[in-house]
C-alpha cells in the first residue's frame, strides 16, 4: 500500500539521520583538532554503505528482497543497539598526539582497502557465476575490513600502560611532578580529578584579555555579553542571520544538490545512453564518491593546518570540475560517461563532506548538531528542485517526443546537464567569495598549524 510505504520511508529517513547525526556531532566534538579527518572517515564509511548492502545481498541473501527487508528490520536495531553504548562523549586529548594520528591513518587505510575490494566483489559477481562457498567466503572478508577498526581500542586497552603520553595543552606552564605517573592514551588528560589546576591556568591567561578590557571600563561599569564571533561557539538563531551562513548552505545546496540529481537519475541516464548494465556504473559512482569524501578530509586538513587555506576553497575547484563533468555528460563523447561519473562521484564527495568541518570551524561545536542538520536540508531541496522537477521534466518532455515512457539518447538529459553546469559554476563562484571572507578566520584558528581555541584579543 502506498501510505504503508510512506510511512516506513518517514520513519527510516528520520531514525537515519537521528543517528548519523549523533554519531557525526558526538566524534567531532571527541576529536576537535582533527575535525576535517573525522568527518571524511565517517562520511566515507556512510558513502559505502550502500555497497557493503549490496554485496550482502548478492552473496548471503541470494537477491532476495523479503529477506533483505528483513535483515534491515531486525539486524540493523541489533546492531545499533550493541553498538550504542560506545558512541559517547570522552574528554578529547588536549595537545597533538602522535598515536592519534596513528590510528586515523589505519582507520582510513582500512576504509579503502573496503572500498577497493567491494568493487572488485561487484565487478566479479557481474561478471562470474559464484557457488555458495565461496560466496561465504567473499563475505567473510568483507566483514573483516569492517570490524578491523575495533583493533584500535582493544590495543589501547591491552596495551594501556605502554600507551604514549598526550603531548601537554599549549601555552601551559604546568608539567608533571617527577615520579608521577603519565596518563594513558586511553585516559584523557582533561580529567577533572587530575587537571583541574592546569585547566584553571589555561583559561586565565587565555582570557585574562576579556578581565583586563572589563576593568578597564572603569569600577562598577557593566559590560554587556557580546555576541560571538566567526570561529566562537554560535546559538543557531545567531548563526542564522549571518551572511556566512547563507553563503555555506547556497554552496552546499548548488553542489550537493546538483550531484545528487546525477545519482538519483543514474540508471535513467546509463540506459539512455545504451548501458544495458548499470551496476558497474552505480559501483563506479559509489566508489568515486567514497573516494571524494575520504580525501576531502585528509587534503583539507593538511592545507589547512600547513597553509592555513580555507577549505571553502577546495569546494570552489571540486565545483569547476563538476562544470566539465557536465558538459562532457551534455556533449556524449564516446568514451566519456565513466568519465564523468567518476569525476561526479569524486566532487559529490568533496561537496558532502567539506560542509561539516567548515561549519564547525565558522560557528562552533557547542551547538553544533542544529546548524549541521539545517545545512543538510541543501540535499533534499537540491534533489526536489533539480532532480523532481528539472530533471524529471527534461527527462518526460524528450520520453513524450519519442513516444514512449522510456526516453533514449543523449537528449534525454543534455538540457538539464546544461543547467546544472552553470548551477555549479555560479556555486565556484560563491565559493571563492566566501572563501575570501573568511580566510582570516582560518588564519587565526591555524595560525600555529594546529587547531586552537579564539581568544577575544583575535578579533
Known amino acids: 500500500m502506498p501510505w504503508q510505504l510512506w510511512i ?56 532476495s528482497a523479503s529477506k533483505l527487508l528483513l535483515f534491515l528490520t531486525l539486524g540493523i536495531p541489533v546492531i545499533c543497539l550493541a553498538m550504542m553504548y560506545f558512541v559517547r562523549p570522552c574528554t578529547p586529548p588536549s595537545g597533538e598526539d602522535s598515536s592519534v594520528h596513528v590510528h586515523f591513518v589505519f582507520t582510513q587505510a582500512a576504509s579503502v582497502l573496503l572500498a577497493i575490494y567491494l568493487l572488485t566483489v561487484t565487478i566479479i559477481y557481474d561478471k562470474v557465476s559464484l557457488s555458495d562457498a565461496v560466496s561465504y567466503v567473499l563475505l567473510a572478508i568483507v566483514l573483516l575490513f569492517l570490524l578491523s577498526p575495533l583493533g584500535i581500542p582493544i590495543k589501547m586497552t591491552l596495551f594501556r600502560a605502554n600507551a604514549e603520553t598526550i603531548t601537554p595543552l599549549a601555552g601551559s606552564t604546568e608539567h608533571l611532578a617527577e615520579g608521577e605517573s603519565a596518563p594513558s592514551q586511553s585516559v584523557p588528560l582533561l580529567s577533572r580529578s587530575s587537571s583541574t589546576s592546569n585547566l584553571g591556568s589555561f583559561f586565565e591567561s587565555e582570557y585574562a584579555s576579556d ?210 553546469a552553470g548551477i555549479c559554476g555560479l556555486g565556484s563562484f560563491l565559493s571563492l567569495i566566501l572563501t575570501i571572507r573568511i580566510r582570516p578566520v582560518y588564519q587565526m584558528l591555524y595560525a600555529s598549524g594546529s587547531f586552537r581555541l579564539p581568544r577575544a584579543s583575535d578579533h
Not at 556531532?25 to 557493503?52: D, E
Not at 539512455?272 to 569524501?293: K, P
Request: glycine residues 10%; contains cysteine.
Open 211 to 420: 578581565v583586563e578590557t572589563l576593568l578597564a571600563e572603569g569600577e562598577g561599569a557593566v559590560k554587556k555579553k557580546r555576541r560571538p564571533r566567526r570561529g566562537e561557539d554560535f546559538k543557531f538563531r545567531e548563526a542564522f542571520i549571518k551572511a556566512d551562513f547563507w553563503l555555506l548552505w547556497i554552496v552546499y545546496f548548488l553542489g550537493v544538490g546538483s550531484g545528487v540529481t546525477v545519482l538519483n537519475n543514474l540508471a535513467q541516464i546509463g540506459l539512455a545512453f545504451g548501458v544495458e548494465n548499470i551496476t558497474i556504473l552505480l559501483s563506479l559512482f559509489s566508489f568515486c564518491n567514497f573516494v571524494g569524501r575520504l580525501g576531502s578530509g585528509a587534503l583539507s586538513e593538511h592545507f589547512v593546518r600547513t597553509r592555513t587555506i580555507p577549505r571553502t576553497l577546495w569546494m570552489a575547484c571540486t565545483l569547476i570540475v563538476m562544470v566539465i563533468a557536465f558538459v562532457l555528460y551534455a556533449l556524449a563523447f564516446s568514451g566519456t560517461l565513466y568519465v564523468s561519473t567518476a569525476l561526479l562521484g569524486i566532487c559529490y564527495g568533496f561537496q558532502y563532506n567539506l560542509m561539516v568541518p567548515t561549519a564547525s570551524e565558522l560557528f562552533g561545536l557547542e551547538h553544533f548538531g542544529i546548524i549541521y542538520s539545517f545545512m543538510l536540508l541543501g540535499n533534499p531541496v537540491g534533489a526536489l528542485l533539480f532532480s523532481g522537477l528539472l530533471a524529471g521534466y527534461v527527462y518526460d518532455a524528450e520520453a513524450a517526443k519519442q513516444g514512449s515512457s522510456t526516453c533514449l539518447g543523449p537528449e534525454c538529459f543534455r538540457l538539464t546537464f546544461f543547467v546544472l
Open 8 to 63: 516506513a520511508l518517514v520513519v527510516a529517513s528520520n531514525s537515519n539521520a537521528w543517528f548519523s547525526t549523533a554519531v557525526l556531532v558526538t566524534n567531532m566534538r571527541n576529536f576537535p583538532l582533527s575535525r576535517g579527518t573525522v568527518a571524511g572517515i565517517l562520511k566515507g564509511y556512510s558513502g559505502i554503505s550502500a555497497a557493503v548492502y549490496t554485496v550482502l545481498y548478492s552473496l548471503l541473501l541470494e537477491q
